[in-house]
Every structure is written in C-alpha cells, then in structure tokens.
C-alpha cells in the first residue's frame, strides 16, 4: 500500500490549458517535495514545501502545502509541451529524514 | 561530469546469476540510497546508508544487499537474480539537514530472463 496516493495517475491536455496534480496521505509529514522525471533520468527536485498551508510558486507551477502537512497540490497554468514528464512527490519524515514516494502522475502536454 | 553516477545504464542476465549495481558520487553527500522504480508504483526505498559505518534495510530489501566502501561510494548486489527483480534502479545522494532534495542518478535499467 502507498504512503502517498497521487491522482490522476495519467494526465494528457493540450498546449495552454491549466492542469492540477493531488497528493493525499493518512500521516503527516515533515515536508513534501515534488520532483519532475524525463525519460532515460532520475527525478529532479522541483519544490519542497515545510509549512502546512503554505503555497510556493516557481513560473507557471504553484505548489501547495494543506494546513494539515498530509496533502499537497501541484498546478500548471498554461502548460507547454516542455511540462511533460513523471510528477512525483515525496513526504519526508520528522526524525530521519527519508522521503516516502508517491506512484506518480505521468502529465503529457500535446502542442 | 554527472554528480551521481550509476554503472552500467543498462544490463540483460539470467535468472540465478549474482549482479552488482554500482554507485558513485562527488556532492560529499554523507547519505545513500538504492530505490527501484516499477510502472505504477514509484519509487521503493531497498536499502539507505546514512554514513559510512550505517547501513539499514529499506521496505524492499529480501533479495538484495548493499556494501558502503567509501563515503562515495555506494553498492547494491542481487545474489541470485530472479524476473521479478527486473526493475529501474536508482541511486540518490543527501545531505543529512531537514527539508534536503534528494539527488539521483540516471538509472539503472536491469532485466532478468
């Protein structure tokens, strides 16, 4: 059983449209990270948010923490074909340190 | 150069042989990782070394074992390799601070016959 359920699982939109990535858990994290995964890779930190509630943005990516440290949220606006790849997030423990994985969202953007 | 380097890229065997993966980085990372990616199931935590000295079993470690040789380097061994072992098999570096991206190697891609 996974730690963190992410949804959807697949995800394909066109070029220019907005798109949202959740990732929900029973347990409460310390911090959530989300990474990005291309082909032949290994995942890349995109974000890491610490504070429940708090909303981080980097570009046309928004990030958010729930107030309760146990989801997070990721949204694209205007998305590009650039946008495609495997989204991950990972919530990191309070003592260690070490980061439990989500499944994944595999997001295709179509120009 | 990449930071996190994992040989080889790719590898064919057969079911019972002994295989080696191997991992090397120059972050100065005290923290090491061995995870296997599956389609559907992300990333599964197999075995993590927190210093040189440390090693501890992740969710996924029947079938594996790991050997710490030096501060960088970092090796994941299938003693008698199985097709259900057949996986991408990552390395990841960190620093042992709160709130520290992990950083991964380009994978591993391992099958057995």
């Known amino acids: 059983t996974q730690l963190l359920e992410q949804s959807p699982q697949f995800l394909s939109i066109q070029e220019g449209e907005n798109l949202t990535v959740y990732c929900n858990s029973s347990?409460?994290?310390?911090?959530l990270q989300w990474y990005r995964q291309e082909p032949g890779e290994g995942p890349v930190l995109l974000v890491t948010?610490?504070?429940?509630?708090e909303v981080k943005k980097l570009k046309r990516l928004t990030f958010q923490f729930g107030d309760a440290r146990k989801d997070s949220s990721l949204h694209i606006t205007a998305a590009q074909p650039g946008d495609t790849g495997l989204y991950l997030c990972?919530?990191?423990?309070?003592?260690?340190?070490?980061?439990?994985f989500g499944a994944g969202t595999t997001v295709t953007v179509r120009a | 150069d990449a930071d996190v380097t994992q040989t080889p890229r790719n590898r064919i065997t057969k079911t019972g042989k002994r295989i080696m993966l191997e991992c090397s980085q120059t972050?100065?990372?005290?923290?090491m990782y061995w995870y296997r990616q599956d389609p559907g199931l992300g990333l599964r935590l197999i075995y993590y070394?927190?210093?040189?000295?440390?090693?501890n079993k992740g969710e996924i470690s029947d079938g594996y074992s790991v050997s710490r040789q030096a501060q960088a380097k970092f090796s994941l061994s299938l003693e008698s390799a199985i097709p259900n072992q057949t996986a991408l098999y990552f390395c990841?570096?960190?620093?042992?601070?709160?709130?520290?991206?992990?950083?991964f190697g380009d994978g591993t891609r391992l099958s057995i016959l």
């Open positions: 948010v610490v504070t429940g509630g």
């Open positions: 070394s927190f210093d040189v000295k440390d090693i």
């Open positions: 347990s409460v994290f310390s911090s």
């Open positions: 990972a919530g990191a423990g309070w003592s260690d340190y070490k980061l439990s």
């Open positions: 990841a570096t960190s620093e042992g601070r709160p709130n520290q991206p992990q950083h």
């Open positions: 972050k100065g990372h005290d923290r």
